[in-house]
Structures are given as structure tokens and as C-alpha cells.
């Protein structure tokens, strides 16, 4: 047998499902900030929008960038655990809109992205 030690799939996995519950956390974040906005003194049609697609946006590219860190994972661990962190702290900018799924995300993103930093490379 051999004592090469494999890499985790535990960040490979938290990825997937985080990319998975983002892309309606996402839609979600998107809602909620247009929503709150509507409730600011002196907001309009065009304020409200934007602040929504702001979010939206921000959420859908969190989800992607966390789904394809996930997927390319086991080629350079350090490299796309870097960029899970950065998809977790993007969802973590929806935060904002008090959105539970999006603190879900943000969280195993983050979570993920630690282990595969904190792993041995295979020799």
C-alpha cells in the first residue's frame, strides 16, 4: 500500500451544495433588497432596481465562482480554495438583506475554501 495521502473531497462537496443553495439565495438577496429599498424615505422606481439587480448579481456570482472552485478543486487546491473564500465572502456581502440561505452559503463557502487550504498536497 501506499502512504500518499489523497486530498479531501470535503471542500469539493461543501462547494457543490454551496453553489447549489446560492443560486436561490441569489434570487432571494435580489428581492430582499429591492424590497428594503422600497421601505427608504424617498426611494424610487430606479433606486429600487438597482439596488435589487446589485444583489442579484453579486449572489450569482458568488454561486458560480463557488460551483466552479468546487469543481476544479482536486486540480490546484490552493489556487480555487482561494477563490472559495472569495465566493464566501461575496455571499457574505448579501448578508445585508438578512438572508438566512445566503448566510448558509456564506458559511460552507468558507468553510470549504479553509480546508482545502489548510490540507497536504499529494506528494
Known amino acids: 500500500m501506499s502512504n500518499e495521502k489523497q486530498i479531501s473531497n470535503a471542500p469539493m462537496i461543501l462547494g457543490i451544495i454551496g453553489g447549489i443553495l446560492g443560486l436561490p439565495a441569489a434570487i432571494c438577496s435580489g428581492a430582499c433588497a429591492a424590497g428594503l429599498s422600497t421601505l427608504a424615505d424617498g426611494a424610487t422606481k430606479q433606486s429600487t432596481d438597482n439596488s435589487g439587480s446589485a ?3 453579486i449572489g450569482l456570482i458568488a454561486a458560480i465562482l463557488g ?3 468546487a469543481f476544479l478543486y482536486k486540480k490546484d487546491s490552493k489556487k480555487w480554495g482561494v477563490m472559495m473564500i472569495i465566493a464566501g465572502l ?3 456581502v448579501t448578508l445585508v438583506t438578512f438572508n438566512l440561505l445566503s448566510f448558509i452559503v456564506c458559511i ?4 470549504g475554501g479553509v480546508i482545502s487550504l489548510t490540507q497536504k498536497n499529494q506528494a
Open 55 to 57: 444583489f442579484l448579481w
Open 67 to 69: 460551483l466552479v472552485s
Open 90 to 92: 461575496l455571499s457574505g
Open 108 to 111: 460552507l463557502f468558507l468553510i
